[in-house]
Nanobody, 124 residues
Framework: QVQLVESGGGSVQAGGSLRLSCAAS????????MAWFRQAPGKEREGVAA???????THADSVKGRFTISKDNAKNILYLQMNSLKPEDTAMYYC??????????????????WGQGTQVTVSS
């Protein structure tokens, strides 16, 4: 089993920045692919970014150039640096992981392990 705990969410004005963290524990060798998802009220959960164990990344078009996913393999911590935040980025952000290699489609059914989420609120 893998346990994922997110932190770093909060409230920020449009144009501001936040950095989310996700600490992985347990069978961390089962985290070949890690990702961030988000879910806004009344909307489906959507993939934001993913990273594999080699550091290769993908980002959703809606966040390209503003968000950056990264990972500290030594500490088993996943990050999401979010810059130039917009009100439409307001959502609960979830960390996800899976033992299989990334398929780069940012689909939630491809991830077995999930955190509890951290709220990000961006005001205009």
């Amino acid at each position: 089993q893998v346990q994922l705990v997110e932190s770093g969410g909060g409230s920020v004005q449009a144009g501001g920045s936040l950095r989310l963290s996700c600490a992985a524990s347990g069978y961390t060798y089962s985290t070949n692919c890690m990702a961030w998802f988000r879910q806004a009220p009344g909307k489906e959960r959507e993939g934001v970014a993913a990273i594999d164990s080699d550091g290769i990344t993908t980002h959703a078009d809606s966040v390209k150039g503003r968000f950056t996913i990264s990972k500290d393999n030594a500490k088993n911590i996943l990050y999401l640096q979010m810059n130039s935040l917009k009100p439409e980025d307001t959502a609960m952000y979830y960390c996800a992981a899976d033992s299989k290699y990334c398929k780069w489609r940012l689909l939630q059914h491809e991830y077995n392990y999930w955190g509890q989420g951290t709220q990000v609120t961006v005001s205009s």
